[in-house]
């Protein structure tokens, strides 16, 4: 394999796109397995930022809740090998259904219950994670608040901005324990691309910030001094942080809501369809598989209270399934419309007269934060590549910003699923009138910036499908369906104002279970 070619595979790895995903069918079963019934008093489908929210607020009212979550549990700690190396990835890093390919070239590892999911659509490929804690296992951890300004443009005033960012924000950053790199960390060998990052940017005239992490610092100290082996500190956390440290919704809104003693977490399943019964009640179909994805057993369960956290991708396709069958009537129209990408965009920044460094930390410190234009808000931040051993004159950028092109999930009732469909060079105003021209500004002279979006248009951001507005209330009352709520990803209106999108789901979630909570418990709970 070629430096290059290596590099832009590691992006595509780092970025979790490599892989050619043909989501689907349901994993095969053997010819008996056993079905069960039961009822529940609130099932929540999905366990990253909006379903945690939604599992820790509805247990400390007091309310009894089933997670139904279809990856696995990951456990992190020092020295520990629990997620796959990007460099040498392995069949943890792919979810099952998924048709696999990693640096460009075919990967068929045995079937698992792994971390990357990627749903293929017309001209968009849309990344998504599987496991306890969804999103939080694999993401980078950036954990950005709109501007005013921007939040006002492109998300419904109503949700109020001055509420949100006095009340639910801040409730967020608590619960992950956000903060910045430590300067002595930033002043290490290691981090030589986030100072070389700050510095270009800066030498551009173009604003530089720490972004702010859930992430506990001392532990890239620790490694630094050799207290454990690298995980933030050589790039190698791609794919998930084995030392821990790092403040996913498992190990802090999820350990939580379990301390109540009002959870239930069942891992392992798979939710495949979605109906309501005559007496109202919602009615799931699920597949309970072991890790390599084989059917162990299948539940029927029902309940009065159905919240729908899978992600923006797989909530959508659920009620879209639910409505297109026939299973669900009357779901409102506008289901998997209003659907985007936040218009992200990943490069490897190269130029031979710059040194990054052998071993590039992260996942992140500093980012260039060009808000001052609601219409032409974007974010550019600098993140590692895993370690090639020797000195690679290059590093990632990642760039993202506000648009409004949107594209739709639409029901194929032959194949009995929904597909995305994007408009091709959707986000083409924001990218090549913003993005990228801030991109060449910090990459500097004798730089070559290779866009991978060009040769896999992918987002690892994907927003809407079922938002606010057209198909739920601001608290994810989904129009006209008693007892039906969706609370992640797929609530937000296709955007999340320039920012990485996960502060703003769970914000948004918080949100919506003091009002859930205030009016709905005892009434529709
Ligand atoms: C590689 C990568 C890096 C990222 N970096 C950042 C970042 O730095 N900052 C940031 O803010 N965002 C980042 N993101 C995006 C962020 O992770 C998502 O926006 C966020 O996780 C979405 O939250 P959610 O609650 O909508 O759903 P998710 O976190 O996607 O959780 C949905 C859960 O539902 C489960 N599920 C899906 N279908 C079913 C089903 N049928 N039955 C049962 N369970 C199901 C999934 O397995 C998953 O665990 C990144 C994403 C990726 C992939």
């Not at 048709?99 to 849309?126: H, K, W």
């Not at 990943?346 to 130029?351: D, F, M, R």
């Not at 994007?422 to 500097?444: F, L, N, S």
């Not at 502060?503 to 979630?509: E, K, R, Y």
Request: aromatic share 6%.
């Amino acid at each position: 394999m070629t430096r290059r070619s290596f590099l832009a595979g590691s992006t595509a790895a780092v970025a979790g796109v490599a892989v050619a995903g043909a989501s689907g069918a349901v994993a095969a079963a053997p010819r008996r397995v056993r079905t069960t019934a039961s009822e529940h008093r609130v099932i929540v489908v999905g366990s990253g930022f909006g379903g945690a929210v939604t599992a820790l607020r509805l247990t400390q009212a007091g309310v009894r809740v089933l997670l139904l979550e279809r990856g696995r549990e990951w456990k992190t700690g020092p020295n520990a090998h629990t997620f796959p190396n990007p460099t040498s990835p392995d069949k943890r890093a792919l979810w099952h259904r998924s048709a696999p390919q990693l640096f460009g070239r075919p990967f068929s590892p045995e079937p698992y219950a792994g971390l990357i999911d990627a749903v293929v659509g017309d001209n968009m490929t849309a990344v998504t994670a599987a496991g306890l804690g969804g999103g939080s296992l694999v993401y980078q951890g950036m954990t950005l608040e709109p501007a005013e300004a921007v939040f006002n443009e492109h998300l419904p005033e109503q949700l109020d901005w001055q509420r949100m960012h006095n009340i639910y924000y801040p409730r967020v950053a608590e619960m992950l324990q956000i903060a910045t790199a430590p300067d002595r960390l930033i002043r290490t060998p290691q981090y030589r691309a986030a100072r070389v990052f700050a510095a270009q940017a800066r030498r551009a005239g173009l604003p530089v910030s720490k972004i702010p992490m859930p992430i506990d610092w001392q532990f890239a100290l620790d490694e630094i001094a050799g207290r454990m082996r690298p995980s933030y500190t050589d790039g190698s956390g791609a794919l998930g942080v084995n030392n821990g440290g790092k403040h996913s919704v498992d190990v802090t809104y999820l350990r939580q809501a379990r301390a109540t003693g009002l959870l239930t977490v069942a891992t392992l399943h798979e939710v495949n369809d979605v109906a309501r019964d005559r007496a109202g009640k919602w009615t799931l179909e699920v597949s309970q598989t072991d890790v390599n994805g084989t059917t162990v057993a299948r539940k029927t369960l029902t309940t009065p209270t159905l919240v729908m956290a899978a992600g923006s991708v797989h909530t959508t396709r659920l009620l879209l399934r639910a409505r297109g069958s026939g299973a669900v009537g009357d779901l409102p129209d506008a289901i998997g419309t209003g659907w985007g990408t936040n218009a992200d965009r990943i490069y490897v920044w190269s130029n031979p007269g710059l040194e990054f460094g052998a071993k590039q930390g992260g996942p992140v410190v500093f980012g260039s934060l060009n808000w001052d234009s609601p219409d032409n808000a974007h974010t550019l931040i600098q993140a590692s590549i895993p370690s090639l051993g020797m000195e690679p004159h290059s590093t990632m950028m990642v760039g993202y910003g506000v648009s409004r092109a949107r594209g739709a999930f639409r029901y194929d009732s032959a194949r009995g699923d929904a597909r995305l469909h994007w408009p091709a060079d959707g986000d083409r105003r924001i990218q090549w009138g913003h993005i990228h021209p801030t991109a060449v500004k910090i990459a500097g002279a004798g730089s070559v910036l290779t866009d991978s979006n060009r040769f896999l248009n992918t987002t690892w951001h994907p927003l809407g499908g079922a938002a606010m507005g057209a198909v739920c209330d601001l608290s994810g009352r989904v129009h006209g369906q008693r007892g039906l709520y969706v609370l992640d990803g797929a609530l937000i209106p296709g955007t999340s104002a320039a920012c990485n999108p996960s502060m703003t789901i769970a914000a948004v979630a918080e949100r919506a279970l003091d009002d859930i909570v205030r009016h709905d418990v005892g009434r529709v709970i």
